[in-house]
């Protein structure tokens, strides 16, 4: 395993870490009789490989149903000093009720602190307020981390660039948890910003929300070769420096070994990486055409600055993601997430385009023609049965 200083933290992170939401039982929290011993088994074992192979970073949330119970049956065999455990906790409005939800945690657990605790979900300025106000989840964030039961405070986010970088200008965070990787670099911004602060930067579900590439389709496998597509990105995401950590949401033990392969190949990068990017771009400009793909974001309307709140920028991406590298089952499943997402992931579908009238919001766009023809392509390719985010499951 490669290791990376987690920003102020001081903490050598592994490369990889492993993510808590895959294994666990139920999205629900459930008595403990309830849960099958050979779910448990599997658990234990999926971390028994991970700190075999140096992943001794263990991260999960309150809001991950059995995961923390689950967990806690297996972290205090180990040397604690040994592990990296972080647990997130959802800001809200009382910030007792913070307090109590993670007590809750580390009772599930069964461990005298945690190293990392995030505030969960920091997406939007409410929860941004429920934060860091006088008297808010951060000041009993602190509080706690005074009584030894936090060592270092950070937090998770499924906002924009924008909110992101509010978040870490407060200068109160050690680290942050956010999305970034090949198809998705709309944050790079909050990672530099993440530099700046000397922050701990965690890369949310690289391989789920990067593309489902556990499965990917035929032409990106293609596309990507000699790498598999996981690989690919994994190897993009670490070959910056500024990030220190990908998670690994591992369902079972052998869900490590396809991202062990990136190791090797790290030292490389600068020669693995620009033939496969190049093939990447040329199939984008190939499929979609070279202005479409250089200029479809600029000057885009946000969702909340939208007609019926359609999230213009979201739909296009899924679209050119479709055609171009055949990414069709993963961009239904983001599609069909809106209007279901709330702050995780806002804004609606393009199902009612023939009752909007875009043509004000999109006047500063170079394709403003083009976009809503764009947009009912989107919906007619994508649309399916609603999605619901997999903690509402």
């Not at 739909?315 to 961009?331: K, P, Q, S």
């Not at 199902?351 to 170079?366: G, K, M, N, T, V």
Request: glycine share 6%; charged share 20%.
């Amino acid at each position: 395993m490669l290791y990376r200083r987690f920003g102020r933290t001081e903490l050598q992170m592994p490369v990889f870490s492993c993510g808590g939401m895959r294994y666990q039982f139920k999205w629900q929290d459930v008595p403990q009789s309830e849960i099958p011993a050979d779910n448990q088994n599997n658990l234990e074992a999926t971390i028994l490989r991970a700190v075999e192979v140096g992943i001794n970073h263990i991260e999960t949330a309150r809001g991950y149903g059995s995961s923390e119970m689950q967990l806690g049956r297996i972290l205090p065999k180990f040397p604690r000093e040994k592990l990296i455990v972080q647990t997130k906790v959802n800001p809200v409005a009382d910030a007792k009720k913070f307090r109590q939800t993670f007590e809750q945690s580390l009772r599930n657990l069964q461990l005298d602190y945690v190293d990392l605790l995030g505030l969960h979900g920091i997406n939007h300025d409410e929860s941004l307020e429920h934060s860091t106000r006088p008297g808010g989840c951060l000041e009993v964030a602190q509080q706690l981390q005074a009584e030894g039961k936090v060592r270092f405070i950070g937090f998770s986010t499924h906002g924009s660039t924008d909110t992101i970088v509010q978040t870490i200008k407060t200068n109160q965070f050690d680290y942050v948890n956010l999305h970034w990787y090949y198809i998705n670099q709309w944050n790079w911004a909050a990672i530099e910003a993440a530099k700046h602060h000397d922050m701990g930067v965690f890369i949310i579900s690289p391989s789920d929300k990067g593309g489902k590439l556990y499965d990917p389709p035929q032409k990106l496998v293609n596309l990507c070769a000699p790498l598999s597509p996981m690989v690919f990105n994994d190897l993009f995401c670490l070959s910056h420096q500024q990030v220190h950590t990908l998670s690994i949401g591992a369902a079972k033990p052998q869900d490590f070994d396809e991202h062990l392969k990136t190791l090797d190949l790290l030292d490389r990068s600068l020669e693995v990486l620009p033939p496969i990017l190049a093939r990447l771009e040329e199939e984008a400009i190939a499929t979609l055409g070279k202005d479409w793909v250089k200029t479809w974001q600029t000057n885009l309307p946000t969702w909340d600055e939208t007609p019926g709140q359609v999230n213009i920028q979201v739909i296009l991406w899924l679209l050119n993601l479709a055609i171009a590298y055949d990414l069709v089952d993963y961009a239904k499943m983001r599609y069909n997430l809106l209007g279901n997402g709330s702050h995780w992931f806002p804004g609606n579908k393009a199902d009612i385009l023939d009752e909007l009238d875009l043509q004000q919001c999109l006047a500063r766009s170079p394709h403003a023609d083009r976009i809503p023809q764009f947009l009912a392509k989107a919906h007619q390719l994508l649309a399916g049965e609603e999605v619901k985010r997999l903690s509402r499951t």
